[in-house]
DNA sequence: GTGGATGCAAAAAGTTTGCAGGCGT
DNA sequence: ACGCCTGCAAACTTTTTGCATCCAC
């Protein structure tokens, strides 16, 4: 975590840009959650840790600083559908996953095989693309709300 | 072609909707192009193939009939970051695929691989998720941007 | 004729940008 | 002190919604 931070400073020096309690503040925020989290709801994450401070932050800073996280790689962000725009979720630390999409429950569940990683790689690589990254997103009904959908079926009739 | 508007017409009864003109022509259109389109393309493009007939389309009614046509899974979204919003694609006569987003030129390569969906719906499974569909994009640099950026490079270096 | 569908324009939601002043280096 | 960074508010983009009118059935 302290380490992060580091890595974040050399990021910004190598750029020559400086280092700013906002930006810190926004980075430790995104650390602390492992949620995927949205830039609205991270900003209103930041009022309220931040609020006894006299540290303000503000939407666009927090949109600014998100942009600059994602250059970096310290983040990444996914677009679930549903119009609700991007989410983040921090890389470091957190290794590469694909993500479930509860369409009942909108819960987001990560999981990692290396196998499928190997496999699309060798695939994407077949088609003479070089790829650098990629997102897999599964939509569908996760266990849980399976049982309740059948209760509730049954209860229907 | 014929039997598309045919079963979106089916589809529209079965809900007790009505078979617009307009919602003829925004069908029409989506499958017309094999591209990946934004609801605000697909609504220039119905400008200039309607402006000749007495026919008016506004963009709430192609927003309302995309999403028309996604619940009956005519049409699919996919969004491919960089924040222009939904693309959309026609679904009928164009099986499932996954997607190649060259990060340079911003082309989308279509790719299918059945032992990857086999796989795939394995792992899943094995989560105890229900899956329904899923959406995998892989980013990167196309075969014909490789090419080119090495020569870029050069020059540069 | 009736109720769903449309166009228009305003509203929403998410994100970006210009500018004057603040602050990290 | 320099010039990057910030807050604010306005602008922008994409999508949704209210309402009076229109038209498919």
């Known amino acids: 975590m302290k380490g992060i931070e580091k890595l974040f400073e050399q990021f910004l020096r190598t750029r020559g840009l400086r280092l700013t309690k906002q930006r810190e503040a926004i980075l430790k925020a995104i650390y602390a959650t492992h949620d995927h989290i949205s830039a609205d709801d991270l900003y209103d994450e930041l009022m309220d840790d931040e609020g006894w401070s006299a540290l303000k932050i503000s939407r666009a800073t927090v949109y600014r600083t998100l942009s600059l996280l994602t250059d970096g790689g310290f983040i990444q962000s996914l677009d679930i559908g549903g119009g609700q725009g991007q989410?983040?979720?921090?890389?470091?630390?957190?290794?590469?996953?694909?993500?479930?999409v509860c369409l009942v429950c909108r819960q987001i569940f990560e999981f990692h095989d290396e196998g499928l990683e190997d496999l699309q790689a060798k695939i994407v690589k077949k088609h003479?693309?070089?790829a650098s990254s990629h997102r897999l997103n599964v939509f569908g009904t996760c266990a849980k709300c399976q049982v309740k959908g059948e209760s509730s079926a049954a209860m229907q009739g």
């Open 87 to 100: 989410l983040y979720e921090h890389v470091l630390g957190h290794e590469h996953h694909d993500h479930m």
């Open 128 to 130: 003479g693309f070089k």
